[in-house]
């Protein structure tokens, strides 16, 4: 009995003229059957509303309820806007094509971009968040953070952040621009991945730690440093087991040397001499050779470094600082897996 009533209710309006206008009981339902494209609310007679069926990209039909600019009605004949009066001055009707949601936004109205430097501003438009306009974060507050809520310029590096960063050798390496910032590149199959950390405010990252220590003066914050213009390869500042390469008076990557190792001011890895002594020479095989430290009696630094080879089979023991016939070297440690840069 309901649905009688209904329907009686529905052919009255009708017939009455009073179904011409919007009516948001017109739901996806009305553009069922194959309609698409503008379409009449009344069939019989011109009517300043009329429905939009719009084909989404899942093949779907969405029904837009639309409005005939002042003056026009929809003829339901030629489905277009027309002079009321006489019949004429036909006009497109306004398509309103449903966009697909903008991937930057992530269905948030603050997202931060996969580089974090930039903070996407959203809103919800009715067809999904699209970006109204974005930020770049820099002064004292240059990466961006998902971590946060809601997404926001920190001052801090988010330790998800693709950093751009290029891993060159594993362990812990310090960051070539930002003292508080330090690299622990780690291998994946064949390719090192980088995995960035950050010490707490008023610490520096320390090499020689391998972690971060308290900050009691500016020369604690070591970073890269190369000559305007140049292009090629430079000691890090205060970290002698690393060293850089410059492009165009930029660091870009960081190198680091083997163990027991320091980068010198001839443009090599070497041993070098703090104290007096004889030392293994990681250089020469089977233990063949060794180095001396000698204190210098001129300036420059206070030790001079000499290779020295062992005399005939005799081969170096670390422990007696000698030249022996009995000792045996160690096996040489089986080089490291070859490694590819991450892209």
């Known amino acids: 009995m309901g649905y009688v009533l209904a329907a009686i209710l529905i052919i009255s309006t009708v017939f009455s003229g009073g179904f011409c206008r919007s009516h948001s009981f017109l739901g996806p339902e009305f553009c069922s059957g194959g309609l698409e494209g503008p379409q009449p609310i009344v069939w019989s007679r011109p009517c300043r509303w009329y429905v939009d069926c719009v084909r989404n990209d899942d093949g779907s039909l969405t029904a837009y309820h639309e409005k005939c600019p002042r003056g026009l009605l929809f003829d339901p004949v030629s489905k277009t806007c027309t002079a009321a009066a006489v019949g004429s001055g036909r006009v497109r009707p306004r398509r309103m094509v449903k966009r697909a949601a903008d991937p930057l936004c992530?269905?948030?109205?603050?997202?931060?971009?996969?580089?974090?430097?930039?903070?996407?501003?959203?809103?919800?438009?009715?067809?999904?968040?699209?970006?109204?306009?974005?930020v770049t974060c820099g002064g004292s507050t240059p990466y961006c953070s998902n971590k946060v809520t809601p997404a926001s310029c920190v001052s801090q590096v988010p330790e998800d952040c693709d950093s751009g960063f290029k891993c060159l050798a594993e362990g812990t390496i310090p960051d070539p621009k930002n003292c508080s910032v330090y690299h622990y590149c780690y291998p994946v199959g064949t390719t090192l991945k980088d995995a960035m950390g950050y010490c707490d405010p008023g610490y520096v990252f320390s090499s020689e730690l391998e972690g971060c220590k308290l900050r009691t003066s500016s020369y604690d914050c070591h970073v890269a440093t190369c000559p305007s213009g140049a292009t090629g390869l430079y000691a890090f500042p205060s970290e002698p087991r690393f060293y850089v390469v410059c492009e165009a008076g930029s660091p870009i990557y960081v190198l680091k040397c083997p163990d027991g190792k320091e980068y010198t001011n001839k443009g090599i890895c070497e041993v070098v001499c703090k104290k007096a002594g004889r030392f293994p020479n990681p250089d020469v095989p089977k233990c063949q050779g060794y180095i001396e430290c000698l204190a210098s009696t001129s300036y420059g630094p206070p030790y001079k470094r000499y290779e020295r080879k062992c005399?005939?089979?005799?081969?170096?023991?670390?422990?007696?600082?000698?030249?022996?016939?009995?000792?045996?070297?160690?096996?040489?440690?089986?080089?490291?897996?070859?490694?590819?840069?991450?892209?």
């Open 311 to 343: 005399p005939g089979a005799q081969t170096f023991n670390p422990s007696s600082s000698k030249c022996e016939n009995n000792y045996t070297c160690p096996a040489a440690p089986a080089p490291p897996p070859a490694t590819t840069v991450k892209p």
């Open 106 to 134: 992530d269905g948030k109205a603050l997202n931060c971009d996969s580089a974090c430097k930039k903070l996407q501003i959203c809103a919800d438009l009715g067809d999904g968040f699209q970006t109204l306009t974005s």
